[in-house]
């Protein structure tokens, strides 16, 4: 288990699943594969499956704690789900050690205060719910869950966030909307103070209202980017959109004030999917970026 240390806070990644994800070139249509000959630390087995010829996708949850917090940003694709095949058949019907995973941190799931999505895709709510006789109710009884505003708002509306991906309608179905009913959720926007040095902010591009999360504790920052970079091959060809991208060029914009941020604060990138170690550090030179995984900096816990 991998725990970060960022200023006072402990991060910890809380896995769902580490498998073989999408082939480079269905992922970025942009995709060319010189990038492994000129990056070496891609074709690495943290990052790429030889057998399948696939990169390496992680499902996980960072949980940040402190003595009065323990939130989780982001929750997977959760148990027990119909998804719709054959695009998203890794994600269809999991019975996967998720809790479990949880418990070996020390936690319970009423444990958790705050869940926070950075967006409402597929694999970044499944953990909210679970089923409970045959009906979706909160994993976290006791967690106020966070979502933005626009994001929702995205997934309401008749031409919104359905036109590109339609096989996300059954999500928000059994993974928002019961959160929801349940009075649990609380709608943010652009700049919100979450707790202490926790901040949400709009990151637009991946979706219409895709937000991400940057936490700032003494000389320590952190950044929690959401699906703005999927995979490290992003940082050093910060154009390649996934497929999955609804505002091309926004999402282009984002994802390299995202990169300025890491470089020029010297803060911990965290996203959503990356290989082991599944964060790093980014360096901004004269023709783009550099990436280098942050594996000095696993503390115990
Ligand atoms: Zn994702």
Known sequence: MKTFQVGSYHVTRIEEMLTPGFKPAFLFPDYTPDIFEEHKLLSGPRF???PTQKVMSSMHSWMIRDDRHTILIDTGCGNDKTRALPLFERFHQLH?????RLAEAGVRPEDVTLVICTHLHIDHVGWNTKLVDGRWVPTFPN???IFSRREFAHWQSPTGGHLTLPENIAV???SVLPVIEAGQ???IDDGSKIIEGLFFQDAFGHTAGHGMLK????NDAAIFPGDSLHQPM???RPDWNSRFCEQAAQARTTRRSI???CSDRHALLLPAHFGAPHGGYVTRHAGGYDFAPADDLVVAG
């Open 234 to 236: 992003q940082v050093f």
């Open 96 to 100: 996967l050690p998720y809790l479990e």
């Open 143 to 145: 967690a106020k869950y």
């Open 215 to 218: 936490l700032e504790s003494g």
């Open 185 to 187: 959720v609380e709608f």
């Open 172 to 174: 928000i179905e059994d």
């Open 259 to 261: 990169l300025d941020y």
């Open 48 to 50: 790429w499956d030889e």
